[in-house]
């Protein structure tokens, strides 16, 4: 069966802080796609990064940065010099190939404080 | 606004009323999905189109519970005779399946059940 596991429920720091949200997943599928979304106050689930189960490689797009890794089945996400604005509520996703759908099966999220 | 939108926005209700969404997925995007957010929760999948088909609804999507993309292009989702464990957000996401790039959700229909 496929599950995300995001262990932290709520977590602050305070501002320029760095800041890791974890991710566990389960999936009996050998290719699969990994997702962050960001869900600000707004509601509105914004796209972050999708990864699939082949590029082990660790991604970096300015603040964030995301290290996946298979033996461990975990797809963590860092905030460098965490900012107000990073405020929201992030959720880790999985979506199975061999599903034709891609539906996308999602963590119960992380809520992130930014403390000024 | 070449997005995802939803309407209405906002939606109060009583017990027992029907109630539907329309969802206006991103023009080219071929893939439409539903999806429901209780709070303190993760979006949990409903239902799928590929075009015009509906291809896959969750056990979460009861008899009450239709959803239509006549044309291939918006979709709507009913509820019929409202419960109060409907109250959530309700989701709605569009792809194109040749993408990397996933799924782009619309901002959403918060339902409230009195």
């Known amino acids: 069966a496929q599950k995300v596991t995001q262990a932290q429920t709520e977590i602050s720091v305070v501002e320029k802080e760095d800041v890791t949200l974890d991710c566990v997943y389960e999936?009996?599928?050998?290719?699969?796609?990994l997702f962050w979304y960001k869900q600000p106050p707004s509601g509105e689930l914004v796209f972050l990064i999708r990864?699939?189960?082949?590029?082990?490689q660790n991604e970096i797009s300015g603040r964030y940065s995301w290290n996946f890794q298979k033996s461990t089945s975990s797809f963590n996400f860092t905030i460098t010099a965490s900012q107000v604005v990073d405020s929201a509520v992030y959720f880790c996703?999985?979506?199975?190939?061999?599903?034709?759908?891609?539906?996308?099966?999602f963590g119960k999220g992380t809520r992130l404080h930014i403390l000024p | 606004d070449t997005g995802v939108s939803q309407n209405p926005r906002h939606k109060i209700t009583k017990r027992g009323q029907n109630v539907t969404f329309r969802c206006d997925p991103i023009?080219?995007?071929?893939?439409l999905y539903w999806y429901r957010q209780t709070l303190g929760q993760g979006p949990e999948f409903l239902t799928y189109f590929q075009n015009e088909a509906q291809l896959e609804k969750s056990r979460l999507l009861s008899d009450r519970f239709s959803a239509e993309r006549p044309k291939g292009s918006f979709s709507t989702l009913e509820i019929q005779r409202t419960e109060q464990g409907d109250s959530a957000m309700y989701l709605c996401a569009s792809s194109l399946s040749t993408s990397r790039f996933g799924e782009f959700f619309g901002p959403g229909t918060r339902l409230t059940v009195l």
């Open positions: 990864r699939n189960s082949f590029d082990e």
């Open positions: 999936t009996r599928d050998t290719t699969y796609y």
């Open positions: 996703a999985l979506s199975e190939a061999r599903n034709r759908d891609d539906k996308i099966i």
């Open positions: 023009s080219e995007h071929n893939r």
